[in-house]
């Protein structure tokens, strides 16, 4: 770990997210339990999850900061 870096490069930026959201919402389609949740269409899920991750984890943003602080 580099504590130079945002997490999100430690992790290893988007081709780790991207990898970690493909491995992951599969197993949430699959699972009896919450699988029922989700739209049959979990691409634009998967597509948030990526986009909320790489902010959570100091990326980039997808919007324009002055769309939410005014
Ligand atoms: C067992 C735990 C969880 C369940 C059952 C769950 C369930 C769901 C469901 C049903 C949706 C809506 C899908 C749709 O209809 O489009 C959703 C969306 C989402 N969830 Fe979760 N979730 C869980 C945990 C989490 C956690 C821990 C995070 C992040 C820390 C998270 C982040 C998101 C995001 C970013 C979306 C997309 C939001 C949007 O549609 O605007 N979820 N989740």
Sequence with gaps: MNPNLSIYDN???AET?????EAFY????????IGPLFPEDIDPVMEKQYMFL?????????????TVIR
Excluded at 55 to 60: I, L, S, W, Y
């Design 11 to 13: 992790l290893g930026g």
């Design 17 to 21: 997210l991207r990898r970690l959201v």
């Design 54 to 66: 790489t902010q959570f984890f100091g990326g980039h943003l997808f919007i324009p900061i002055r």
């Design 26 to 33: 599969p197993r949430v389609v699959e699972n009896p339990l």
